[in-house]
């Protein structure tokens, strides 16, 4: 007897082999896999180019990968211009499935009307667990209950020896369990940036190309397709992997933090691009970094670094999110209600650092962490602008940009406007961090020691004077650090701070 077919449903940042086979274990044969690309989804915001051109050519190599191995793939396409729930629920019904199954979807959104959308479908609902995380949900919970500020690092020391990662029976490899300390160089005056790893594009991406070409003109689109060079299919998502690992992953973490104008990537993996898209699982990812530390080719402080990136901030950010007690689409503890500035859509600013920050986002839809953080994030913090406005503005800019990581992290992490549930303390700094951890500030037309006069950097002024607002409020307890350098300023310092910052918003689209 014939078994009844089972829709699989593979969502666009499920692209994972693992999903289909192991997880879901569909049936080559039986089993009919859908994908869509959706027209819900450009109509949502406008993306940058390059984003669009990622997905849907990744999800084609993907739909063509299935075929090969002999499962019957219904694909649909975005010039049919299907709602994601029609095709869902059509496609059931021409095939006589009455069960969709797949993999539980990492963005609360989709997993909240899907289920709504396929319960009144009347279909059945076979929902599995993501084998990706390295923490289930229920685990995690466990590991919160109880915990009044949980931090990062417990979590990450938890999963660790869990999992027996950079462990030597119960101690951390290398004596330490953070090596942050040895990783914050500057890069040196004689830096040599590494071409990064291409992913030239094949016909299947050409043709996307040509697409999203035409999309442009119809809804406005940010960036431009040119360069595009991601990985799109397993096999470049594992040459990526081996490219870092060979040439990057030695000196990541001596200069995790460091910036310049000569290089847009540093020693950084890129990897969140084909890890979020689930072409790479965090685990092999981990397993290759650790491997090359055995055989002796990179320092513990570069593999330790990469690794807590990826079991540590990358599972603590997705766990935490999902555990927020409060919405993470409204909450603005810091009530930030400013109008993110123009600059951020165009980089046409004089702030050096962020004109290049900003123009390298349009260009690449990419920058790394420490970008994103100390001067994207920065800047947005101090000036005050609207965290939702600003997560807008990352959704749709960055390839690697899911709403179930860019909104802890751009809401919480970098805008505290979630009352400090993922991070400890705002990130913010002045000018003088920037010109540390960068060459931006040599010549810039701001001077970041300067906090008053025409030519102090915006971010000085805008720094010290946050910390004057917040100096006797509950945040104050946050920011002890910070609050002691506050203490040598006399009042007269303080009021030309304060009247500085007056003239500043005043004249934020000229700075
Ligand atoms: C304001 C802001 C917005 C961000 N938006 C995103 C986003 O939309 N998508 C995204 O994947 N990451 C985001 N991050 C986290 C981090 O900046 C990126 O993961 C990282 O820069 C990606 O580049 P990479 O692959 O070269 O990273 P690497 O520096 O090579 O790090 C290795 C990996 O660690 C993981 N990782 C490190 N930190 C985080 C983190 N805080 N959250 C999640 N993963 C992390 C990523 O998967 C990354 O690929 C954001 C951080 C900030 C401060
Ligand atoms: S001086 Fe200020 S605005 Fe200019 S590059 Fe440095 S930090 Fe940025």
């Not at 396929?118 to 919970?141: K, N, R, V």
């Not at 310049?260 to 898209?277: K, Q, W, Y």
Request: negative net charge; hydrophobic residues 40%; proline residues 5%.
């Amino acid at each position: 007897m014939p078994t009844e077919p089972r829709l699989i449903l593979i969502l666009g940042d499920q692209l994972s082999h693992t999903y289909v086979a192991e997880t879901l274990v569909a049936v080559p044969g039986a089993d009919v896999v859908l994908m869509v690309e959706s027209a819900d989804f450009v109509k949502r915001q406008p993306y940058h180019a390059k984003k669009i051109v990622l997905l849907w050519s990744a999800m084609r190599h993907f739909a063509a990968e299935l075929r090969g191995l002999g499962y019957a793939v219904e694909y649909v396409r975005q010039e049919e211009n299907r709602r994601f729930k029609d095709a869902v629920v059509d496609t059931a019904a021409a095939h006589g499935a009455k069960t969709v199954a797949f993999v539980r979807p990492r963005e609360r959104a989709t997993r909240r009307g899907l289920h709504k959308f396929l319960s009144e479908a009347g279909l059945a609902i076979a929902e599995h667990p993501d084998p990706f995380w390295y923490t289930a949900p229920e685990s995690f919970a466990t590991w919160l209950a109880g915990r009044k500020s949980p931090k990062m690092e417990d979590y990450y020391r938890d999963v660790r020896k869990r999992n027996g990662i950079l462990m030597v029976g119960n101690l951390p490899a290398g004596g330490e369990w953070n090596h942050d300390k040895q990783n914050r160089k500057p890069f040196p005056k004689k830096h040599a940036p590494i071409p990064p790893f291409r992913a030239e594009p094949d016909e299947i991406t050409q043709e996307i190309i040509e697409v999203v070409r035409g999309l442009h003109l119809s809804f406005g689109l940010y960036g431009a397709v040119n360069g595009f060079a991601s990985p799109v299919s397993r096999a470049d998502a594992e040459a990526a992997l081996t490219f870092f690992v060979l040439y990057c992953l030695r000196d990541f973490g001596a200069y995790e933090d460091a910036m310049t104008t000569r290089d847009d990537f540093g020693f950084h993996s890129l990897l969140s691009i084909a890890l979020n898209l689930s072409l790479l699982s965090p685990r092999e990812c981990i397993d290759a970094a650790v491997a090359a530390y055995e055989r002796g080719d990179v320092p513990i402080n570069s593999v330790e670094g990469f690794v807590r990136q990826i079991i540590g901030w990358r599972e603590f950010m997705y766990h935490m999110a999902e555990s927020f007690p409060g919405d993470y689409q409204t909450t603005n503890t810091l009530n930030h209600t400013r109008p993110l500035p123009a600059f951020y859509w165009t980089g046409d600013t004089k702030m050096r650092c962020l004109r290049h920050v900003t123009r390298r986002v349009l260009e690449n839809g990419y920058s790394h962490h420490i970008e994103r953080l100390m001067v994207l994030g920065n800047f947005a913090l101090l000036y005050g602008a609207n965290p939702h406005e600003l997560n807008k503005w990352f959704w749709s800019l960055y390839l690697d940009a899911y709403e179930w990581v860019v909104t802890p992290n751009v809401v919480g992490m970098s805008q505290f406007a979630d009352g400090g549930w993922v991070a400890t303390k705002p990130y913010v700094s002045s000018g003088a961090y920037i010109d540390r951890m960068s060459d931006y500030c040599g010549d810039c037309v701001y001077n970041p020691k300067e906090a008053t006069g025409d030519t102090a950097c915006p971010f000085t002024t805008l720094y010290w004077s946050f910390l004057i607002e917040h100096e006797s409020d509950p945040l104050s307890q946050r920011m002890t650090q910070n609050l002691f350098g506050l203490r040598g300023k006399t009042d007269e310092e303080r009021a030309a701070i304060t009247a500085r910052k007056a003239v500043l918003l005043t004249m934020i689209d000229d700075l």
